[in-house]
């Protein structure tokens, strides 16, 4: 969830310089999923915010996520299996 969370917000998150305005302040770069290539070149030096790390963020995020949850498949299969052991097994005495 940690990933997905930085992924979130690197992909969505306004950063670079605050500039001023009669609206109020807010940041000269916008995430990447609304302004996919930025003008400012400030905005391009973050080398998080281009996407090809962004890729990288999504394809380990990915990753974790299958491997959690095939884990997770298998443990309760291994459960399931191991209760219908237990009961198949009759007592002998």
């Given at each position: 969830?940690?990933?997905?969370?930085?992924?979130?917000?690197?992909?969505?998150?306004?950063?670079?310089?605050?500039?001023?305005?009669?609206?109020?302040?807010?940041?000269?770069?916008?995430?990447?999923?609304?302004?996919?290539?930025?003008?400012?070149?400030?905005?391009?030096?973050?080398?998080?915010?281009?996407?090809?790390?962004l890729?990288?963020?999504?394809?380990?995020?990915?990753?974790?996520?299958?491997?959690?949850?095939?884990?997770?498949?298998?443990?309760?299969?291994?459960?399931?299996?191991?209760?219908?052991e237990?009961?198949?097994?009759s007592?002998?005495?």
């Amino acid at each position: 969830m940690v990933i997905w969370g930085c992924f979130a917000f690197l992909l969505f998150a306004d950063y670079g310089p605050e500039v001023s305005s009669y609206r109020g302040s807010r940041s000269l770069c916008r995430g990447p999923f609304v302004e996919s290539l930025p003008q400012e070149r400030v905005c391009r030096s973050d080398e998080l915010r281009q996407w090809p790390s962004l890729m990288g963020i999504l394809a380990l995020a990915t990753v974790a996520t299958v491997t959690a949850a095939a884990t997770t498949v298998y443990a309760k299969v291994l459960a399931r299996l191991a209760h219908s052991e237990e009961s198949r097994v009759s007592p002998q005495g």
